[in-house]
């Protein structure tokens, strides 16, 4: 286990969904809220990066993409850029719902978002600690039957503010249709808002790392960067996460926004995503082609 990326975990638990700056040179800024689960690509690796390369900072908040678009709509954020771990978030978006109120999208009713490009993916994993309860069990038995022992602390995600949450609800009943067994939610994760299981994303992590749970549900490339051991579900039960990016209608600084992701999507990007576990994928468009500027279109291959 990598004791410095442990140390970071061990921080999230201060965290909250509030504004993470990266520091840098006193240039221009732009704002991005992301995905919690991109805590440490966005600020050791890709915010750094940006800076290097453009003089330009970046400052992020992370939290559950439900969350963050939830406060886009009531006028609560307005980033320059809008990074999910779920498509489904995008679209909710693109079909409106801004308040009067300075929401990134406008006037009541109006799409904060036209487009969005997915630009990765990642499978949702059972981690635990290797020196902890769940480890013999998760080691020796199928995952179900381990997190259903007596006094294991597991961890998840609201599913109604993170897809990581909505995932593992997911996951779970899947798992229970293939085994004939329609209450093995119930018996592994109670009801949605479980308090005992549910936690906010930026300070799971560390909730495994300090030893507070025995397992939890992340997303591969999380578990991988503390050197958590992990297990893999069957893949044909389809719970990953399927991140994407998106510059908002009313985005305070346009430019900067299309710069972030320019650079996200370019080979500097698509290189730091994959030394983080996220190996790229082609990038594709959703929505409005017409409304995508043109950099960003040539770069994903959708036109002129």
């Known amino acids: 286990m990598s004791w410095a990326r442990l140390a970071?975990?061990?921080?999230?638990?201060?965290?909250?969904?509030?504004?993470?700056?990266?520091?840098?040179?006193?240039?221009?800024?732009?704002?991005?809220?992301?995905?919690?689960?991109?805590?440490?690509?966005?600020?050791?690796?890709?915010?750094?990066?940006?800076e290097r390369a453009t003089g330009w900072q970046l400052r992020g908040v992370a939290g559950g993409s439900r969350l963050l678009a939830n406060e886009m709509r009531a006028g609560l954020r307005r980033p320059d850029v809008f990074v999910s771990a779920s498509p489904e978030v995008d679209e909710e978006?693109?079909?409106?719902?801004?308040?009067?109120?300075?929401?990134?999208?406008?006037?009541?009713?109006?799409?904060?978002?036209?487009?969005?490009?997915?630009?990765?993916?990642?499978?949702?994993?059972?981690?635990?600690?290797?020196?902890?309860?769940?480890a013999g069990p998760l080691r020796s038995r199928p995952w179900w039957e381990a997190l259903a022992e007596r006094g294991m602390r597991l961890g998840r995600t609201d599913p109604a503010l993170d897809p990581k949450g909505e995932l593992a609800v997911?996951?779970?009943?899947?798992?229970?249709?293939?085994?004939?067994?329609?209450?093995?939610?119930r018996r592994l994760l109670g009801p949605d808002e479980n308090a005992e299981q549910v936690f906010p994303e930026e300070d799971l992590v560390g909730r495994l790392a300090s030893g507070h749970l025995d397992a939890a549900f992340l997303y591969?490339?999380?578990?991988?960067?503390l050197g958590l051991p992990y297990v893999l579900p069957d893949p044909a039960l389809g719970a990953r996460a399927v991140f994407t990016v998106a510059i908002p209608r009313r985005a305070p600084h346009p430019d900067l926004a299309r710069s972030f992701v320019l650079f996200l999507l370019g080979r500097e990007g698509r290189a730091i995503l994959a030394d983080h576990g996220l190996p790229p994928r082609p990038p594709e468009v959703a929505g409005d082609l017409d409304a995508v500027p043109a950099a960003i279109r040539a770069v994903v291959g959708a036109g002129p």
């Open 93 to 134: 978006l693109m079909r409106g719902g801004g308040s009067e109120a300075g929401a990134a999208g406008g006037p009541s009713g109006q799409p904060i978002l036209d487009w969005y490009v997915v630009f990765a993916e990642d499978p949702l994993v059972i981690a635990y600690r290797p020196d902890g309860p769940a």
């Open 170 to 185: 997911v996951l779970v009943r899947r798992q229970g249709e293939a085994l004939g067994d329609p209450g093995l939610v």
């Open 220 to 225: 591969r490339h999380e578990a991988e960067e």
């Open 8 to 50: 970071l975990a061990l921080l999230a638990l201060g965290l909250s969904a509030a504004a993470c700056s990266f520091a840098g040179g006193s240039g221009a800024a732009v704002a991005v809220a992301y995905a919690g689960s991109l805590v440490d690509v966005m600020e050791h690796a890709l915010g750094p990066a940006f």
